[in-house]
């Protein structure tokens, strides 16, 4: 039996261990330090750069997670209890979460279908409903970049603009995806990334926040590291969190910094290959760049199934509750209390997942979107279908450096093999 194909698994450069050994030799086993600093300073000159030559001039904050980093620029923006902050409903959770943390209310936008992301004219529409309905703004926008693909950055930041609402770019999926050759998270006021173990770089866990100038990443900081104000003795003027990296996990971020292009590249490619053998094969579409402004990362490749499509077994999807994680997710410790739910993805789609499955071929479902999801029941929501029904239709297919010309060509053909023709 052939090794199990990840969706994307972390791969290391070789040089990680130098930058963690000299953390051990110099002692800087702390939320700070020299590999801190160092992995800072790539990712600015990482982010900073333009495709036409130009350079940006924003900071960047390592923290110990992209959540956090959601969470300090919400902070940063001023977003307080009561107040609401729109954000994109196709998601993973850690967009909106933060939002609670700080007893706000998420307003969620639905999709258009070009890049999956944030609807701008559903944007607009939802702000000024909730400017009529509250008689205040909402404090903040955030747009999200799903499987790394760019959001209408331009038409976003028109509209964000004009109602004068900073942006947050969760920009966690999208590390080194371009619009217009800019790299995201450099458009709007704070750009989020995330360096979890199975996103574009790893630091086995870990974030940072791109600020638009000192000022900004002083204040991050501050509140990065509990809030203290500059006095001999722990004095306390504000609420602070413990969110700074670590100088050991900074040195992963070092070594992952050397490859980072490669890694880049290689998802390019994995995506290239997939449309190319999947472009003959009725029923299955590619999420591929819609138009030359679009330059995706494609940190995962998803599909979409006509729902006409059949999958061998498709008419025993669903028909027992799932035991354990789904694909071994680490954490899961709730058991399913039922077989379905009354929002989740076609039995074609189900059907497919469990046939990759069972050839060793880890896939999945989209996100679903936020504004299904039970425990936001209560949240407004501005929406269009489009979310859902990516929803219904789409998987996600591996794509990480680990994933070779071979591995896309067996996923390929178990996929033509479980189509009923
Ligand atoms: C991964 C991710 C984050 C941040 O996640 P962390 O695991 O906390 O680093 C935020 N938003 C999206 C859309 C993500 O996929």
């Known amino acids: 039996m052939r090794n199990r194909i990840y969706l994307c698994l972390a791969h290391m450069s070789g040089k990680e261990m130098d930058y963690i050994q ?15 600093n160092g992995f800072e300073e790539d990712l600015e000159k990482f982010v900073n750069h333009k495709d036409n030559g130009a350079s940006l ?23 307080g209890p009561g107040d609401e ?46 400017m009529a309905k509250t008689g205040r703004k909402p404090k903040a926008i955030i747009p999200v970049a799903l499987y ?43 750009g989020v990334l995330s360096f979890n173990g199975n996103k574009m770089i790893t630091t086995s866990g870990g974030g940072a926040l ?34 700074r990296m670590s100088n050991i996990c900074a040195g992963i971020g070092r070594g992952q910094m050397t490859v980072i292009d490669e890694h880049i590249n290689h998802h390019k490619h994995v995506q290239e290959l997939y449309c190319e053998l999947l472009s003959g094969v009725e029923g299955i579409t590619m999420h591929c760049n819609p138009s030359d402004c679009y330059d995706s990362n494609f940190w995962l490749c998803a599909a979409t199934l006509d729902p006409t499509l059949r999958i061998r077994g498709q008419e025993n999807a669903y028909a027992s509750v799932v035991s354990g994680a789904v694909g071994g997710a680490a954490g899961v410790t709730h058991a399913a209390s039922t077989a379905t739910t009354d929002c989740q993805p076609n039995a074609n789609v189900e059907a497919l997942r469990v046939i990759l499955d069972a050839a060793n071929v880890e896939a999945r479902p989209l996100w679903k979107p936020m504004h299904r ?46 189509i009923v023709r």
């Open 22 to 36: 000299e953390a051990f030799d110099t002692n800087w086993v702390v939320p700070m330090g020299p590999n801190v």
């Open 57 to 79: 001039d924003r900071r960047v904050v390592g923290l110990s997670a992209g959540t956090a980093a959601v969470h300090l620029a919400l902070l940063a923006c001023g977003v």
């Open 85 to 130: 902050v729109i954000v994109q409903s196709f998601t993973f959770c850690a967009s909106s979460h933060p939002i609670t943390y700080l007893a706000a209310v998420p307003v969620f936008v639905d999709s258009e279908r070009e890049s999956w992301n944030m609807d701008p004219a559903l944007l607009e529409e939802a702000i000024k409903d909730r």
């Open 148 to 190: 790394g693909m760019p959001y209408q950055i331009d038409r976003i930041m028109e509209i964000a603009d004009r109602y004068g609402i900073p942006v947050i770019e969760d920009a966690a999926e999208g590390l080194g995806s371009k619009y217009d050759g800019q790299v995201l998270g450099t458009f709007g006021r704070y």
């Open 210 to 243: 791109i600020c638009p100038d000192d000022s900004a990443k002083k204040e991050i900081l501050f509140y990065a590291t509990q809030a203290r104000e500059s006095y001999p003795y722990y004095q306390h003027e504000h609420i602070g969190y413990n969110y």
């Open 373 to 418: 999801q039970p425990v936001y029941r209560t949240s407004p929501a501005y929406c269009n279908g489009v979310s859902e029904e990516l929803f219904h239709t789409g998987i996600c297919l591996p794509a990480g450096p680990y994933v070779s010309d071979d591995d896309v060509r067996y996923i390929v053909d178990t996929i033509v093999g479980a």
